[in-house]
């Protein structure tokens, strides 16, 4: 299994920004960073595969950029937004090798190594 620690979080006002780190103590073809806000289901934000194809909800494109170096997976967040309040996850999927359209699906099922969540607040 793949231990994963996030870092990073904190509260902004809206228009900030907060770069998230996530130390991994190991690889899969595919990782990503989840979130829930309040109330609502955990949701698919930003996904990394074979280390350079990236995927983002809607919700965040144009605001957010996840990469990947040796040491972290690194989740930008500019333009921050109050609806952006939530607790942000770094995951791995379940499987040792994933496709492509799984990673871009952005499925909550398909991953099941997770850190234990950075809060970020975001006040308007």
């Known amino acids: 299994q793949v231990q994963l620690m996030e870092s990073g979080g904190g509260s902004v006002q809206a228009g900030g920004s907060l770069r998230l780190s996530c130390a991994a103590s190991g690889r899969k073809n595919c990782m990503g960073w989840f979130r829930q806000g309040p109330g609502k289901a955990r949701e698919g934000v930003a996904f990394?595969?074979?280390?350079?194809s990236t995927y983002y909800a809607d919700s965040v494109k144009g605001r957010f950029s996840i990469s990947q170096d040796d040491y972290n997976i690194s989740l930008q967040m500019n333009s921050l937004k109050p609806e952006d309040t939530a607790k942000y996850y770094c995951?791995?999927?379940?499987?040792?090798?994933?496709?492509?359209?799984?990673?871009?699906?952005?499925?909550?099922?398909?991953?099941?190594?997770w850190g234990q969540g950075t809060q970020v607040t975001v006040s308007s």
């Open positions: 995951a791995a999927p379940r499987l040792r090798w994933v496709s492509e359209s799984t990673c871009s699906a952005r499925r909550l099922s398909d991953f099941g190594d």
């Open positions: 990394i595969y074979g280390g350079g």
